[in-house]
């Protein structure tokens, strides 16, 4: 028997702008604890959805896990699933779950989440009705606006990646994400041209509550998944090109989305 755990309740549980830290805490760190004890004194395999949120502003997005404690999460999602991958640790039970640090996860059903969906959906929401995608400027002088990267990961590619789990015995803690770091820029292109239609981006002043907690870079080191799937230990799963996942998405699953 398996229990995988992600958060109890409302899409405000996965909101990185959360601000009810008692809201969070319960449904996100206490119910996940609940579920762990059970499975943990029930020999039962337990596997939970941490987050790329609890790496906060890192050098690099490494899984192993004595770099666990030198994690700084920049909000109050991160902080509470941080809180959980730390308490197996503590418990020194990390080497008898699953914990997986899931990135910047798109794909097909993700309509009830609202500001919190893919930019994926949102892109094709605006270009669609209004031919343009407005991105953040941006707040690092690294960075010209709209170059900020993020690691995407199709959630097809993703489920796959989680499910290889259940079929193997291989615990601790493991970043789901696709390796590859994209910019916003190219994420837009991606789906004008699936969409068929003439590029046009704007830039615009970021929110300021995002302002204080963003990231201008993510990409996940999956070295110690690929060991595994070099090794045999876990499934070799199928790996989605950004133009690959985007077209698929848009073209099968949004568009002629009728709420739009």
Not at 147 to 172: H, N, P
Request: hydrophobic share 35%.
């Amino acid at each position: 028997m398996m229990f995988l755990s992600g958060c109890k309740g409302e899409s405000r549980s996965s909101s990185t702008v959360a601000s009810d830290g008692n809201y969070l805490q319960k449904n996100n760190y206490e119910f996940s604890l609940r579920l762990a004890e059970y499975a943990l004194q029930n020999d039962h395999r337990f596997i939970y959805a941490s987050s790329a949120a609890t790496y906060g502003v890192a050098d690099n997005f490494s899984d192993r896990h004595e770099r666990l404690e030198e994690l700084h999460p920049l909000n109050l999602y991160g902080y509470n699933k941080h809180m959980v991958d730390l308490w197996f640790l503590q418990q020194g039970a990390i080497d008898e779950v699953v914990g997986l640090k899931y990135f910047n996860v798109f794909g097909p059903n993700e309509y009830h989440k609202g500001r919190m969906g893919s930019m994926v959906m949102h892109m094709t929401k605006h270009i669609l009705n209004e031919g343009v995608v407005r991105l953040f400027k941006s707040t690092s002088e690294r960075y010209k606006d709209g170059e900020q990267c993020r690691d995407f990961i199709y959630v097809k590619q993703a489920a796959e990646m989680t499910c290889s789990f259940l079929e193997s015995d291989c615990t601790g803690i493991f970043n789901v994400g696709s390796g590859q770091a994209t910019s916003w820029n190219d994420l837009a292109k991606a789906a004008f041209k699936a969409l068929q239609k003439k590029e046009h981006i704007e830039y615009f002043d970021m929110p300021q509550d995002l302002k204080e907690h963003y990231l201008s870079y993510t990409c996940a080191d999956m070295s110690k998944y690929l060991a595994l799937v070099e090794e045999g230990a876990l499934t070799k799963v199928r790996q989605y090109s950004i133009e690959e996942a985007v077209a698929e998405y848009i073209q099968n699953y949004l568009i002629g989305y009728k709420r739009w």
